[in-house]
């Protein structure tokens, strides 16, 4: 079993940045896939960002791309998400993922999910 706790999120003005973090429980996190996809207030959740298990490849949503920044550390057993030039759109939940399997960007492809973070960039 695998828990996962995001926090970091909170209000910013447009242009502004914000650090996400997900702190994960259970042994095997090293062995696992980890992503963030986000739920903007009436649209689907969508992909963000995904990082294999060990660092050495990363993903991005084409939205994200240049601006965000994923990367994680095995010892301490967490993932994080460096949101940069951050955007009135960029306003959502942001949720932490986990996956034994290899990297999707399908929120099905994720087993594990946390509570999910509030962000809010103002205009």
């Known amino acids: 079993q695998v828990q996962l706790v995001e926090s970091g999120g909170g209000l910013v003005q447009a242009g502004g940045s914000l650090r996400l973090s997900c702190a994960t429980s259970?042994?095997?996190?090293?062995?696992?896939?980890m992503a963030w996809f986000r739920h903007p207030p009436g649209k689907e959740r969508e992909f963000v960002a995904a990082i294999n298990w060990s660092g050495t490849r990363t993903y991005y949503g084409d939205s994200v791309k240049g601006r965000f920044t994923i990367g994680r550390d095995n010892a301490k057993n967490t993932v994080n998400l460096q949101m940069n030039s951050l955007k009135p759109e960029d306003t959502a939940v942001y949720y932490c993922?986990?996956?034994?399997?290899?990297?999707?960007?399908?929120?099905?492809?994720?087993?594990?999910w946390g509570q999910g973070t509030q962000v809010t960039v103002s205009s």
């Open positions: 993922a986990a996956t034994s399997g290899l990297y999707s960007d399908s929120p099905l492809g994720y087993r594990y």
């Open positions: 259970g042994r095997t996190f090293s062995t696992y896939t």
